[in-house]
């Protein structure tokens, strides 16, 4: 019998994911975060996810601005460059340390004020995002009422019912600029400030990662596994806990053996 569209799809998108193919973020891979997830979806015969990220803290330097232009969302444009990249709420506190050049600090904006076409240095927190291709409208529908049920109030269902899963969990601050003279990096916010937005960005992990867990555990009760049946088995019952830990050891594993694959 032959394979519908969806199905090679499916298929070719599984491979790629089962490779560990590098995709176009600055991390390059997978996050960890989003294998439980992943893995719950790609099991049912109607879905299949297409892009993730669990979510991240970004800090860039706006691209060159062409015609009054802002940067595009989401990105540090053309000409930009990134600061400092992190997917793990661990590595939010003292990021500054990590910088790859030495950072000046200055309270006087009348320098950048005067600049139209200033490159700022821009602090970016995006909380987690899914891309899911469905079946048919009918499943790119309970999909997308599951997500809004839960909180994601910015999904939506795109062409080829492609369901995009997003939540308003965000922070975008400007915190600096870049010299034009000297390309010097210049803060115009203080250390005090920094740390209480990386307090907010800790913050916005953990409320991120709690609704991954609420929408991860929503859609396998009403999408993956709508009717619970009896287990008539003596041996203890997997938690939802248990199986998303052992999902998420299960990825590292699988990413561990396609990066000793890559350096035989």
């Known amino acids: 019998m032959a394979q519908t569209a969806f199905d090679q799809k499916k298929d070719h998108i599984l491979a790629e994911i089962h490779n560990n193919m590098q995709d176009l973020s600055p991390k390059g891979t997978i996050d960890e975060l989003c294998w439980p997830i992943m893995d719950l979806i790609n099991s049912h015969r109607d879905m299949v996810t297409t892009s993730s990220c669990s979510g991240r803290l970004s800090v860039f330097v706006e691209g060159n601005k062409l015609s009054n232009e802002d940067v595009k969302s989401g990105g540090k444009g053309e000409g930009g460059k990134w600061l400092f990249v992190t997917h793990n709420q661990e590595e939010v506190m003292r990021w500054t340390e990590k910088l790859p050049e030495t950072v000046s600090y200055e309270k006087d904006l009348q320098n950048v004020a005067s600049q139209p076409n200033a490159r700022y240095i821009l602090y970016k927190y995006e909380p987690f995002i899914l891309h899911v291709k469905c079946r048919d409208f009918s499943t790119a529908s309970k ?14 269902i795109g062409s080829n019912y492609i369901v995009a899963v997003r939540v308003n969990i965000k922070l975008d601050i400007p915190i600096g600029y870049l010299d034009p003279d000297t ?6 916010v203080d250390k005090c400030y920094l740390q209480l937005i990386d307090r907010m960005t800790v913050s916005k992990f953990t409320e991120n990662a709690k609704k991954m867990r609420e929408l991860h555990d929503r859609i396998e009760s009403q999408l993956v596994n709508p009717s619970h049946t009896i287990s008539i088995s003596n041996e203890p019952k997997e938690t939802k806990e248990e199986r998303r830990e052992r999902k998420k050891k299960e990825g590292l594993l699988r990413q561990q053996q396609v990066n000793q694959e890559r350096t035989q």
């Not at 999909?143 to 939506?156: I, K, P, Q, V």
């Open 143 to 156: 999909l997308f009422s599951t997500a809004m049920a839960c909180g994601y109030r910015e999904s939506g």
């Open 183 to 188: 390309e010097k990096l210049i803060f115009f």
